[in-house]
């Protein structure tokens, strides 16, 4: 009998490849050093200690433990805006970064980040042939229809490739960053922008995506937001009818706990939430809800599902 399992589909990793590729940047994001701190500097949020000893891939190896997790996939932090850069500063940096996190060994796993200054369909290709289980994007990407249809090739590509694409909150290009005060609490953005981008980007995969993509497999972080909670308000307003319990939308835990998703398992289904803890920026929010099991890492990296749970087994 096979032996149960558990991933976690959300977690970050400050890896030393991506750490050097920030220090040696002269403008946003980068990475200064100084006295032994390492501190990030990006636009739209205020500076952030990195705490290395507890990036270290035998510190995180330890948590899947305390945790109860087999394994984990490791996005990048979508708010600080690399997706969001340049194309080609875009793309050296998220090339450092999966250097690193493909480095970690077979607990490990990498959502394969989309660069948004010209993006291609063969970047998702390359994404998936360097072993990405896959695509993520920022939530700003897909915060309108219109970006939705500057996105509409890279979607038919990540549908037609049977891999799923991982929204999480960040910004597009372009879109300019949010007002940040040194006044603000450290969560402000998390419990603002992060919360309006992720129900804007639902909005956009409910009303435009899911009709020109029928086979797209989507994770949205944090819950999306809570915006499924908003279907009645979106009928009100004169939207069609939504299918709430689409087989092919997940939405991972972190950060909420038993109020928001026993409302939201309600709407959606309980098989439709994920386990996704958001380490090491958040401590996990113990709740019933949210699995990610053998089956569901099946039904979620279609072909390289198989491959997927050979490797985590």
């Known amino acids: 009998m096979l032996r149960a399992m558990r991933i976690d589909v959300h977690q970050h990793i400050w890896t030393g490849p991506l750490l050097e590729r920030l220090v040696e940047r002269e403008r946003w994001p980068f990475v200064s050093r100084e006295r032994g701190v390492?501190?990030?500097h990006c636009t739209g949020e205020q500076p952030w200690v990195i705490d290395i000893a507890g990036?270290?891939?035998?510190?995180?190896?330890?948590?899947?433990?305390?945790?109860?997790?087999?394994?984990?996939?490791?996005?990048l932090s979508s708010p600080i805006g690399i997706e969001a850069l340049p194309r080609e500063e875009s793309l050296e940096l998220i090339s450092a970064h999966l250097d690193g996190v493909l480095a970690l060994g077979r607990r490990f796993a990498a959502w394969g980040p989309l660069a948004l200054d010209r993006p291609e369909p063969d970047d998702v290709d390359a994404l998936l042939a360097r072993g990405c289980v896959g695509i993520s994007v920022p939530a700003g990407a897909l915060a309108s229809p219109a970006h939705a249809i500057a996105l509409g090739p890279m979607l038919a590509r990540v549908a037609?490739?049977?891999v799923p694409l991982f929204v999480h909150p960040?910004?597009?290009?372009g879109s300019g960053p949010p007002c940040v005060s040194l006044g603000d609490p450290l969560w402000w953005p998390a419990l603002t922008h992060y919360v309006a981008q992720m129900q804007a980007a639902w909005l956009t995969f409910a009303v435009q995506i899911r009709r020109e993509h029928p086979e797209l497999t989507v994770v949205f972080a944090m819950a999306a937001g809570g915006a499924p909670l908003h279907g009645e308000r979106l009928a009100a307003r004169g939207c069609r009818p939504l299918d709430l319990r689409d087989r092919l939308v997940f939405y991972d835990t972190s950060s909420y706990?038993?109020?928001?998703?026993?409302?939201?398992?309600?709407?959606?289904?309980?098989s439709q939430l994920l386990y996704g803890s958001d380490r090491p920026?958040?401590?996990?929010?113990?709740?019933?809800?949210?699995?990610?099991?053998?089956?569901?890492?099946?039904?979620?990296?279609g072909r390289l599902g198989e491959r997927a749970v050979a490797a985590w087994a």
Do not use: K, W, Y
């Not at 960040?170 to 290009?173: D, H, K, L, S, T």
């Not at 920026?281 to 990296?301: K, Q």
């Open 38 to 40: 390492t501190v990030l």
């Open 55 to 75: 990036e270290q891939p035998e510190r995180r190896e330890a948590l899947l433990e305390i945790d109860g997790v087999d394994a984990a996939v490791i996005a």
């Open 160 to 162: 037609a490739c049977r």
């Open 170 to 173: 960040g910004p597009a290009p």
């Open 257 to 270: 706990g038993e109020q928001m998703l026993s409302a939201l398992s309600a709407v959606v289904g309980e």
């Open 281 to 301: 920026v958040v401590e996990p929010a113990g709740n019933r809800h949210g699995r990610a099991d053998r089956a569901d890492a099946m039904r979620l990296f």
